[in-house]
Each structure stands twice: as C-alpha cells, then as structure tokens.
Nanobody
C-alpha cells in the first residue's frame, strides 16, 4: 500500500521561498510518476508539476521559472522548491504518485503567501 506524507508548508511573505517534501512508502519508487498539485481556496485542484522516474518534468505555466520539482529515488522522496512566491500561490498542496491506472494522494500541506 502506497502512503505519501507531505511536509514543509507554512506561511511566507510575497517573494519568499518554501521547499515542500513528500516521502513515499512504496516499493520501486522510481517507477512512479510523482506530482505536486494544489487546491486554492474555493477552486478546483490543479496541476503544479510532475516528474518521471528518469527526471522528465512538466510544469504549469503559472509556476514556470519559479518552482522546481525534483526527486531522490534513493530516498523515495520528491521535492518542490518554490521561489518568488505570490499570493495566488496560496493553496493546499498535494503530493501524488501515479503508475499505470493507480494514483495515490497525500494528505496535503497548507501554503499561505501573504503580507
């Protein structure tokens, strides 16, 4: 059974940075496509970024150049480095692990960007 545990959320001023981590309890972690999604207040969940086991990445246009997704297959962990944060980045951020038709979500971590 796959379990994902996110950490690293919090409150930050505009222009600040945060680094999210997602530790996966899973076998063959490198075979999963890992992703970060977010759900702003009152809105639907949306894609932030994904990364394959080989390191290929996809980003939402709204975060390109500011956020970086990475993974450490030896530690079964995926990261999201968020720089130059904006108030519109405020959301609950969720980690996702996907392989074939299987997708698993973490519990989410709150990120609040406010002055």
């Amino acid at each position: 059974q796959v379990q994902l545990v996110e950490s690293g959320g919090g409150s930050v001023q505009p222009g600040g940075s945060l680094r999210l981590s997602c530790a996966a309890s899973v076998t063959r972690f490198s075979t999963y496509v890992m992703g970060w999604y977010r759900q702003p207040p009152g809105k639907q969940r949306e894609l932030v970024a994904t990364i394959t086991g080989g390191g290929l990445t996809v980003y939402a246009d709204s975060v390109k150049g500011r956020f970086t997704i990475s993974r450490d297959n030896a530690k079964d962990t995926v990261y999201l480095q968020m720089n130059n944060l904006k108030p519109e980045d405020t959301a609950v951020y969720y980690c996702n692990a996907a392989r074939g038709f299987v997708g698993v979500w973490g519990q989410g971590t709150q990120v609040t960007v406010s002055s």
